[in-house]
Each structure stands twice: as structure tokens, then as C-alpha cells.
């Protein structure tokens, strides 16, 4: 990959997900989630749009505009997000005294991930996860894709 970018820094993924009002979710995800506003664009109390982080992970916020809307306002969710950490209770606990609708208590998962679900004010479901213990897919059932030829 040729140079890199400070504005767009994650090399593999950089979701954008959308809010009627950038800058309450801003706020909201922050007090929340614990994530943190690297910077905003659009004017400064009413952005259009944010970058946010949580570590080494990466993100866009936008705002509503035709063709786009929220979960909670389409009625449906087709994402949710996984963020790792490493108190994924105390983070919970937080998430949970700050509003967030928990859809998944913690547990530890077949697969050996330790994680909560939450969703956001606007419908996005978020999952907070840690690795729990070392499993290959074939140990919890899955089968590995064919991979002949790549």
C-alpha cells in the first residue's frame, strides 16, 4: 500500500455508521461506550460528521440524509459492531448505568470470546468482547472454508 493517511489510519476496515444528530451520539458514545472523538467535520456544534476511536479501532460517524437512516428508524439492524477490550464487566456495568439497552448479558460464547451486547440510542447493536480461550473453528464446529487454489 502506497504512504498512509493521519485522516484515515485503520489499513483493514473503517466502518461508518449513521446518526440522526452527530453530535449527541458523539456525546452518547463517549459516555457510554467509552469511546473517544478524534475529530469532526461539518460545523462545530452541529457536525455532519465524526471520526471516533476506542484504541487502535476506527470508525465514522454521518449523518442522516436520504438514503440513509438508523436502525431505530428503519426498524431493522443488518451490522453490529465488536469492539475488544479487556474489562469487558466493568465495561458493561458502565454501558448499562449510562443507558445502553443490553440485548446480551456477559458470557462466554462457544467459540471462546467473553462478551456483552448493547445496543445504542439510535438501534445500533455493539458487542463488547474479550478472548476467553484459544479455540480453532473445527473445536466448536464450524468447517473451514475450501481453499484450494488461493
Known sequence: MPGSNRSVPADILVPHIV?????????????????????????????NGAQMRYRDAVFMIAEVRPGRATPADSGVYSQSLTVFLDDVDGHYAGAKAAGARIFEEPHETEYGEYQYGAVDFAGHRWIFSRHARDLSPEQWGATLANRRGS
Open 19 to 47: 446518526y440522526r444528530d452527530v453530535a449527541e451520539a458523539i456525546e452518547w458514545l463517549t459516555r457510554a461506550f467509552g469511546f473517544v472523538e478524534h475529530f469532526r467535520y461539518g460545523d462545530a456544534d452541529h457536525p
